[in-house]
Protein backbone atom coordinates (compact mmCIF):
# COMPACT_ATOMS: atom_id res chain seq x y z
CA UNK A 1 0.00 0.00 0.00
CA UNK A 2 1.43 3.15 -0.81
CA UNK A 3 2.27 5.48 2.31
CA UNK A 4 2.83 9.30 2.20
CA UNK A 5 6.21 9.32 1.19
CA UNK A 6 5.26 7.21 -2.17
CA UNK A 7 2.37 9.29 -2.54
CA UNK A 8 4.73 12.49 -1.85
CA UNK A 9 7.21 11.30 -4.55
CA UNK A 10 4.57 10.60 -7.19
CA UNK A 11 2.82 13.92 -7.05
CA UNK A 12 6.12 15.63 -7.80
CA UNK A 13 6.26 13.62 -10.72
CA UNK A 14 2.83 13.91 -12.07
CA UNK A 15 3.03 17.94 -11.28
CA UNK A 16 6.36 17.99 -13.18
CA UNK A 17 5.24 16.32 -16.09
CA UNK A 18 1.63 17.32 -16.39
CA UNK A 19 1.62 20.96 -15.50
CA UNK A 20 0.20 22.67 -18.40
CA UNK A 21 -0.68 19.89 -20.37
CA UNK A 22 -4.65 19.51 -21.10
CA UNK A 23 -6.92 16.13 -21.25
CA UNK A 24 -7.62 14.49 -24.92
CA UNK A 25 -9.27 11.85 -23.51
CA UNK A 26 -10.23 9.61 -20.57
CA UNK A 27 -10.64 5.68 -20.57
CA UNK A 28 -12.32 4.46 -17.65
CA UNK A 29 -12.06 0.36 -18.27
CA UNK A 30 -13.86 -0.44 -14.98
CA UNK A 31 -17.15 1.45 -14.04
CA UNK A 32 -16.40 0.67 -10.47
CA UNK A 33 -13.63 3.14 -9.90
CA UNK A 34 -15.49 6.49 -10.46
CA UNK A 35 -16.50 7.66 -7.29
CA UNK A 36 -19.15 10.71 -8.79
CA UNK A 37 -21.09 9.35 -11.25
CA UNK A 38 -22.61 12.65 -12.06
CA UNK A 39 -19.03 14.05 -12.59
CA UNK A 40 -16.93 11.30 -14.34
CA UNK A 41 -13.33 11.36 -14.99
CA UNK A 42 -14.10 11.95 -18.75
CA UNK A 43 -15.82 15.60 -17.62
CA UNK A 44 -12.24 16.59 -17.51
CA UNK A 45 -11.50 15.80 -21.41
CA UNK A 46 -10.37 19.40 -22.61
CA UNK A 47 -8.99 21.00 -18.88
CA UNK A 48 -5.42 21.65 -18.44
CA UNK A 49 -3.27 20.56 -15.43
CA UNK A 50 -2.73 23.48 -12.91
CA UNK A 51 -0.84 21.23 -10.37
CA UNK A 52 -0.38 18.34 -8.32
CA UNK A 53 -0.67 17.72 -4.40
CA UNK A 54 -1.43 15.22 -1.57
CA UNK A 55 -3.58 14.65 1.27
CA UNK A 56 -2.72 11.99 3.22
CA UNK A 57 -1.91 8.65 0.55
CA UNK A 58 -4.62 10.44 -1.56
CA UNK A 59 -3.18 12.11 -4.85
CA UNK A 60 -4.74 15.19 -5.73
CA UNK A 61 -4.95 16.76 -9.67
CA UNK A 62 -5.86 20.12 -10.21
CA UNK A 63 -7.14 21.72 -12.88
CA UNK A 64 -8.26 25.18 -12.18
CA UNK A 65 -11.39 25.15 -9.99
CA UNK A 66 -11.34 21.33 -10.71
CA UNK A 67 -9.66 18.09 -8.93
CA UNK A 68 -9.10 14.75 -9.58
CA UNK A 69 -8.74 13.21 -6.25
CA UNK A 70 -7.38 9.63 -6.94
CA UNK A 71 -7.45 7.25 -3.71
CA UNK A 72 -5.21 4.41 -4.79
CA UNK A 73 -6.81 2.24 -1.97
CA UNK A 74 -4.07 -1.01 -0.83
CA UNK A 75 -2.89 -1.80 -4.38
CA UNK A 76 -3.28 1.22 -6.93
CA UNK A 77 -0.66 3.29 -8.42
CA UNK A 78 0.20 5.09 -11.64
CA UNK A 79 2.21 4.92 -14.65
CA UNK A 80 3.12 6.74 -17.64
CA UNK A 81 2.44 5.18 -21.38
CA UNK A 82 4.38 7.12 -24.11
CA UNK A 83 3.12 7.19 -27.56
CA UNK A 84 3.29 3.22 -28.25
CA UNK A 85 5.93 2.60 -25.82
CA UNK A 86 3.41 0.57 -23.57
CA UNK A 87 5.29 -1.31 -20.99
CA UNK A 88 3.13 -3.58 -19.94
CA UNK A 89 -0.12 -2.15 -20.99
CA UNK A 90 -1.07 -5.20 -22.56
CA UNK A 91 -0.09 -8.01 -19.93
CA UNK A 92 -2.90 -10.51 -19.40
CA UNK A 93 -4.90 -9.56 -15.82
CA UNK A 94 -3.50 -11.58 -13.42
CA UNK A 95 -6.62 -11.17 -10.67
CA UNK A 96 -4.38 -12.02 -7.78
CA UNK A 97 -3.95 -10.10 -4.51
CA UNK A 98 -0.57 -9.77 -5.33
CA UNK A 99 1.50 -7.05 -6.26
CA UNK A 100 4.24 -8.53 -7.04
CA UNK A 101 2.60 -10.78 -9.51
CA UNK A 102 3.16 -9.17 -12.96
CA UNK A 103 1.90 -6.39 -14.54
CA UNK A 104 -0.87 -4.24 -12.50
CA UNK A 105 -3.72 -3.90 -14.69
CA UNK A 106 -4.61 -0.30 -16.16
CA UNK A 107 -8.14 0.59 -14.64
CA UNK A 108 -8.33 4.05 -15.89
CA UNK A 109 -6.11 5.66 -18.93
CA UNK A 110 -5.91 9.63 -19.23
CA UNK A 111 -4.23 11.23 -22.52
CA UNK A 112 -2.97 14.35 -23.03
CA UNK A 113 -1.68 17.03 -25.51
CA UNK A 114 1.68 15.62 -25.82
CA UNK A 115 0.90 11.94 -26.60
CA UNK A 116 1.56 10.75 -23.14
CA UNK A 117 -0.78 9.27 -20.97
CA UNK A 118 -1.29 8.23 -17.31
CA UNK A 119 -2.39 4.86 -16.16
CA UNK A 120 -4.11 4.18 -13.40
CA UNK A 121 -3.59 0.62 -12.14
CA UNK A 122 -4.61 -1.64 -9.25
CA UNK A 123 -2.99 -4.83 -8.88
CA UNK A 124 -5.36 -6.47 -6.32
CA UNK A 125 -8.25 -8.90 -6.19
CA UNK A 126 -11.13 -6.31 -5.68
CA UNK A 127 -10.90 -2.73 -6.91
CA UNK A 128 -9.51 -0.63 -3.98
CA UNK A 129 -8.90 2.66 -6.74
CA UNK A 130 -11.03 5.63 -6.50
CA UNK A 131 -11.70 8.39 -8.84
CA UNK A 132 -13.44 11.76 -7.95
CA UNK A 133 -13.98 15.16 -10.35
CA UNK A 134 -14.88 17.75 -7.33
CA UNK A 135 -14.91 21.25 -6.91
CA UNK A 136 -13.24 20.85 -3.35
CA UNK A 137 -11.14 18.09 -2.31
CA UNK A 138 -12.90 17.87 0.92
CA UNK A 139 -16.14 16.72 -0.81
CA UNK A 140 -13.98 13.58 -0.98
CA UNK A 141 -15.01 12.12 2.98
CA UNK A 142 -11.56 10.23 2.90
CA UNK A 143 -9.86 13.86 2.65
CA UNK A 144 -12.49 15.59 4.94
CA UNK A 145 -11.58 13.26 7.39
CA UNK A 146 -7.76 13.58 7.63
CA UNK A 147 -6.11 14.09 10.58
CA UNK A 148 -2.53 15.92 10.43
CA UNK A 149 0.27 15.10 8.39
CA UNK A 150 3.47 14.71 10.21
CA UNK A 151 4.86 15.80 7.17
CA UNK A 152 3.88 18.87 7.40
CA UNK A 153 6.03 21.72 8.50
CA UNK A 154 3.19 23.17 10.98
CA UNK A 155 3.16 19.54 12.60
CA UNK A 156 2.93 20.47 16.05
CA UNK A 157 3.61 18.21 19.32
CA UNK A 158 0.40 19.15 20.23
CA UNK A 159 -1.03 17.82 17.43
CA UNK A 160 0.53 14.70 18.05
CA UNK A 161 -0.59 14.73 21.84
CA UNK A 162 -3.82 15.11 20.34
CA UNK A 163 -4.02 12.33 18.20
CA UNK A 164 -2.35 9.77 20.69
CA UNK A 165 -2.32 10.59 24.12
CA UNK A 166 -4.79 8.74 26.15
CA UNK A 167 -6.66 6.40 23.31
CA UNK A 168 -7.49 2.93 24.93
CA UNK A 169 -5.96 1.41 21.34
CA UNK A 170 -3.25 0.14 20.11
CA UNK A 171 -0.56 2.79 18.89
CA UNK A 172 0.19 0.63 15.94
CA UNK A 173 -3.87 1.46 14.97
CA UNK A 174 -3.18 4.67 15.90
CA UNK A 175 -0.41 5.59 13.85
CA UNK A 176 -2.27 4.00 10.76
CA UNK A 177 -5.90 5.85 11.75
CA UNK A 178 -5.75 8.52 8.88
CA UNK A 179 -8.44 10.37 10.75
CA UNK A 180 -5.86 10.48 13.67
CA UNK A 181 -2.44 10.83 11.80
CA UNK A 182 -2.61 11.46 7.91
CA UNK A 183 -0.17 9.11 5.20
CA UNK A 184 1.01 6.60 7.61
CA UNK A 185 0.13 2.84 6.92
CA UNK A 186 1.68 -0.83 7.83
CA UNK A 187 4.74 -0.38 6.18
CA UNK A 188 5.64 3.21 7.92
CA UNK A 189 4.07 2.58 11.53
CA UNK A 190 6.41 -0.68 11.75
CA UNK A 191 9.34 1.27 11.20
CA UNK A 192 8.58 4.19 13.36
CA UNK A 193 7.46 1.52 16.00
CA UNK A 194 10.57 -0.43 15.70
CA UNK A 195 12.97 2.79 15.86
CA UNK A 196 11.09 4.22 18.52
CA UNK A 197 11.23 0.95 20.85
CA UNK A 198 7.87 0.91 21.28
CA UNK A 199 5.30 -2.61 21.52
CA UNK A 200 2.85 -2.48 18.45
CA UNK A 201 0.56 -3.94 21.13
CA UNK A 202 0.96 -1.62 23.42
CA UNK A 203 -1.98 0.79 24.58
CA UNK A 204 -1.49 4.32 23.48
CA UNK A 205 -2.97 5.46 26.99
CA UNK A 206 -0.13 3.23 28.39
CA UNK A 207 2.55 4.99 26.87
CA UNK A 208 5.11 6.63 29.32
CA UNK A 209 6.16 10.57 28.85
CA UNK A 210 9.57 9.36 27.60
CA UNK A 211 7.81 6.96 24.84
CA UNK A 212 5.70 9.40 24.07
CA UNK A 213 8.76 11.92 23.52
CA UNK A 214 10.28 9.00 21.34
CA UNK A 215 7.29 8.22 19.33
CA UNK A 216 6.87 11.65 18.32
CA UNK A 217 10.56 12.34 17.17
CA UNK A 218 10.22 9.18 15.63
CA UNK A 219 6.73 9.64 13.52
CA UNK A 220 7.81 12.61 12.42
CA UNK A 221 11.85 11.91 11.53
CA UNK A 222 10.67 8.63 9.94
CA UNK A 223 8.05 10.20 7.66
CA UNK A 224 9.52 13.54 6.43
CA UNK A 225 13.06 11.43 6.02
CA UNK A 226 11.29 8.54 3.55
CA UNK A 227 9.50 11.38 1.79
CA UNK A 228 13.72 13.11 1.54
CA UNK A 229 14.62 9.67 0.46
CA UNK A 230 12.18 8.94 -1.96
CA UNK A 231 12.10 12.50 -4.12
CA UNK A 232 12.95 12.30 -7.49
CA UNK A 233 12.73 8.58 -7.68
CA UNK A 234 10.77 7.63 -10.73
CA UNK A 235 7.37 6.17 -9.84
CA UNK A 236 7.95 2.70 -11.34
CA UNK A 237 10.95 2.49 -9.30
CA UNK A 238 9.23 3.88 -5.83
CA UNK A 239 8.32 0.47 -4.71
CA UNK A 240 11.51 -1.23 -5.00
CA UNK A 241 13.21 1.72 -3.19
CA UNK A 242 10.78 1.21 -0.01
CA UNK A 243 11.40 -2.20 0.12
CA UNK A 244 14.92 -2.12 0.09
CA UNK A 245 14.42 0.89 2.68
CA UNK A 246 12.56 -1.02 5.42
CA UNK A 247 14.49 -2.04 8.37
CA UNK A 248 12.19 -4.24 10.25
CA UNK A 249 8.77 -4.14 7.87
CA UNK A 250 8.74 -7.12 5.64
CA UNK A 251 11.81 -8.52 6.71
CA UNK A 252 10.37 -11.39 9.54
CA UNK A 253 13.29 -14.00 10.05
CA UNK A 254 16.31 -11.50 8.97
CA UNK A 255 18.39 -9.57 11.75
CA UNK A 256 17.52 -6.88 14.00
CA UNK A 257 19.62 -3.98 12.32
CA UNK A 258 19.70 -2.74 15.88
CA UNK A 259 19.92 -6.18 18.21
CA UNK A 260 20.89 -8.78 16.43
CA UNK A 261 17.53 -10.77 17.48
CA UNK A 262 15.18 -12.32 14.23
CA UNK A 263 12.76 -9.69 13.28
CA UNK A 264 9.24 -11.63 13.99
CA UNK A 265 5.62 -11.49 12.28
CA UNK A 266 2.14 -11.09 14.14
CA UNK A 267 -1.02 -10.53 12.83
CA UNK A 268 -2.15 -7.00 13.00
CA UNK A 269 -6.15 -6.65 12.20
CA UNK A 270 -6.61 -8.32 8.75
CA UNK A 271 -2.89 -8.44 7.94
CA UNK A 272 0.63 -9.59 8.91
CA UNK A 273 3.02 -6.88 10.57
CA UNK A 274 6.40 -6.98 11.67
CA UNK A 275 8.59 -6.50 14.74
CA UNK A 276 11.82 -6.79 16.71
CA UNK A 277 11.35 -8.95 20.47
CA UNK A 278 14.48 -7.59 22.03
CA UNK A 279 14.02 -4.47 20.84
CA UNK A 280 10.18 -3.66 21.09
CA UNK A 281 8.34 -6.24 23.27
CA UNK A 282 10.82 -7.45 25.78
CA UNK A 283 11.61 -10.36 24.32
CA UNK A 284 7.76 -11.39 24.44
CA UNK A 285 6.55 -13.00 21.10
CA UNK A 286 3.34 -11.57 19.98
CA UNK A 287 0.07 -13.69 18.34
CA UNK A 288 0.79 -14.80 14.44
CA UNK A 289 -2.55 -16.87 12.70
CA UNK A 290 -1.32 -19.54 10.57
ZN1 LIG B 1 16.14 -5.44 17.67
Redesign the pocket.
Known sequence: MPESPEVDALVEELRARLAGRAITDVDVLEFRVTKTRARPPSSLVGERVTGATRHGKLVDLVFGEAHLVVSLGRHGWARWRDGDDAVGFDAPVTGADDADAGPAPALVTIEFDDGSALEFTDAGGWVSLGLSVVDDPAEVQAVAKLGPDPADPAFSRADFDRAVVGRRKQVKAVLQEQESLAGIGNAYSDEIL?TAKISPVAHAAALTEAELDRLFDTTVGTITSAIEGRRGIPIDQLKAVKVAAMR?HGRAGET??????T?RDFSFASTTAQY?????TNGEQLPLRE
Do not use: A, E, L, S
Open positions: HVCPVCGDICPTCQ
